[in-house]
């Protein structure tokens, strides 16, 4: 068994063959948590956990990129975020406003074992110094109050991080309590994995790990680095395939690929990355 613990299901690229997915992915024997990047794909993803009771579940939250200016955007350039309501390659952000209670209803239902997915996001800024520190400011205010959501629902918080580890780290060790969660999407270095790790995080690995990205640190060098009982799986379908996939559109079933490669670069047996990976995942989101 596999968890995948960041599948998006629940967005459009999946909306004509949902139920062929899931009963591929649960014959596969995996598991996936589908984040919301707004409100209403956070809905769509407890819709859909609650009409598929095994094995899927939600996380309820509002991404940053959607919090900005209203834009269309290239997902070959931003991963993980979309609307319901345009093509699955390209999208409109809406500029969404953080309702708290809203997301707070959402997130009392069972099949809620997150909140996310949330955080700060560097890479589309205004180009004028005044409004890209309004912006920041911005995120960060809706970060924090999607962080006291999660400690109100006693939920870990699925966190983004674009080009702004710094940044997070700072604002998650000025926090009054400790927070739980993963930071989804590791693209930092092994110094600042360190720094979350200390704080009780978890970091988690998908396709990304396969494209050696110049402005990147090297994946390799940061997996090698952080301890097995602290990573999760992933897979930020429908992004992010793996060159094994030899399809554009990712799915959860190809999550087994990125527990083959850490396997690989940490020398250890596949079982052994299956059963501490899903276990880890049992253990931060409950389930």
């Known amino acids: 068994m596999l968890i ?45 956990a609650e009409q598929h009771p095994e094995g899927f579940y939600a996380a309820v939250g509002l991404h940053p990129i959607h919090i900005g200016e209203k834009r269309r955007v290239d997902v070959q350039e931003v991963q993980s975020v979309e609307t319901d309501e345009e093509p699955w390659m390209t999208f409109q952000t809406k500029g969404e406003k953080f309702d708290y209670h809203a997301y707070k209803e959402l997130a009392k239902n069972k099949k809620v074992v997150a909140i996310g997915e ?38 870990p918080v699925i966190l983004h991080c674009r080009k702004a580890h710094e940044d997070l780290i700072a604002l998650i060790e000025n ?72 399809e554009e559109r990712n799915e959860p079933i190809n999550v087994h690929y990125v527990a083959e490669e850490i396997a690989r670069i940490k020398k250890i047996s596949l079982e052994e990355v299956a059963r501490a990976t899903t276990q880890n995942a049992k253990t931060l989101f409950g389930i």
């Open 4 to 48: 995948d613990t960041h599948g998006h299901l629940n967005f459009n690229a999946f909306r004509n063959d949902l139920p062929t997915v899931l009963r591929r992915t649960l014959a596969a024997g995996i598991h996936v948590i589908m984040p919301g990047t707004q409100y209403t794909t956070s809905r769509r993803a407890v819709e859909i």
């Open 175 to 246: 926090q009054k309590e400790p927070i739980r969660g993963v930071v989804h999407c590791y693209t930092g270095n092994a110094i600042q994995a360190k720094r979350f790790l200390e704080m009780g995080l978890y970091v988690g690995f998908n396709g990304l790990i396969f494209k050696h990205v110049p402005a990147l640190p090297s994946p390799e060098e940061v997996i090698a680095s952080i301890p097995l009982e602290r990573i999760v799986l992933e897979t930020d379908s429908p992004y992010l395939a793996p060159p094994q996939a030899k």
């Open 118 to 155: 949330a955080g700060l996001d560097y890479y589309y800024e205004p180009k004028s110094k005044e409004r890209r520190r309004a912006l920041r400011e911005k995120q960060v205010r809706v970060l924090q109050e999607q962080m006291i959501l999660a400690k109100e629902c006693n939920l």
